[in-house]
């Protein structure tokens, strides 16, 4: 699929790329239309009307805000499509810096950048596939590239939004070229070096490293000091009654 920024040399090779001006979601579009794709697709909209973040919780978006999708089949295990969770926001984090200090950026696991302790974006993996290797993968991202959504109870930390927080103005369609670029550099690093350095690079932009934080399970709520995660991508924090491995959780500072 010819591009500007393909002719341009700004778009990476082997990716295609999907822009429309309205869907329900990015993700329900990538479900769709992951059986025709022959190669990774972003797949992004202007507008979406029933977007929805972790835990079925509904995603606001915004007018010059950004929504997308990539889909792809990364021929690997469930678990090792959940780390790509760990690329994405990678990806995110160098993109966001060019356009605002990368000291008011920060990463909070499992999925979501902050901008100024407030979150700025979130990342959301769906995958389909009953043996050991899934058939798809799509990562969804939205982030607040023009403004935030109304703050609500549910939400575990405030929104805000790149414009407002004195960033650059971005539209969304460049914002994409620079993200597709970024997120090919954080596969090849995968595919060359390993999950060490992507865990790494992740490390030195996470939120609360060495902090106390807590994390909230589906059956219980674990308060410790933010130690690492380890190479499968899980929470390891530093308890009264010892190390505490978590595979997922919501995390509170």
Known sequence: MSTDAQDRGLWPQGYDRLILAETA???AEAAE????LDRPTWIMARRQTAAHGRRGR???GGTGNFAATLVFKPECTPAEAARRSFLAANALF???AIYIDRDALALKWPNDVLLNGGKVAGILLETTGRGPYVDWLSIGLGVNLAEAPPDRPE???RPVSLKEQGGE???PEAFLDVLASNYATQEAILSRIGFARVRSEWLGNAARLGEVITARTMREEITGTFETIDDE???VLGTADGQRVIPAADVYF
């Open 169 to 171: 103005a971005v539209d």
């Open 58 to 60: 509904r995603w606001s």
């Open 33 to 36: 239309r992951s059986r025709t």
């Open 25 to 27: 979601s990015t993700m």
């Open 155 to 157: 939400m575990d930390f």
């Open 233 to 235: 991508g899980n929470l």
């Open 94 to 96: 160098e993109t966001l």
